[in-house]
């Protein structure tokens, strides 16, 4: 499976944007999908994840804001985040693993950069 992320861009405090994850290769119907992000210095935080049956949770540090949403038509996964802050700066990367119970995600995509300018 590859994987795809688009969307990142330049915003400004408060603003929207929305991610799209692309996947290539094999159906991730049946994947748990998740997206993570990254700032230098910091750990890894997953941020929003969602199973193969649209069970959706968040980090605390979004929920209420984010929302993660999958096409399986399209074979993609999508973040929509709002009222985006200066501390959601960071580079984004949806992951996949074939099952829920699965301990990592073994297929990661390329990242995409969010600037949230305060």
């Known amino acids: 499976v590859q994987l795809q992320a688009s969307g990142g861009g330049l915003v400004q405090t408060g603003d929207s944007l929305r991610l799209s994850c692309a996947a290539s290769?094999?159906?991730?119907?049946?994947?748990?999908m998740a997206w993570f992000r990254q700032t230098p210095g910091k750990e890894r935080e997953r941020v929003a994840r969602?199973?193969?049956?649209?069970?959706?949770s968040y980090s605390d540090s979004v929920k209420g804001r984010f929302t993660i949403s999958r096409d399986n038509a399209k074979n993609a996964v999508y973040l929509q985040m709002n009222n985006l802050k200066p501390e959601d700066t960071a580079v984004y990367y949806c992951?996949?693993?074939?099952?829920?119970?699965?301990?990592?995600?073994?297929?990661w995509g390329q990242g995409t950069q969010v600037t949230v300018s305060s």
């Open positions: 992951a996949g693993k074939k099952s829920s119970q699965a301990l990592t995600y073994a297929y």
């Open positions: 290769g094999r159906s991730i119907t049946s994947f748990t």
């Open positions: 969602i199973t193969s049956i649209d069970i959706t």
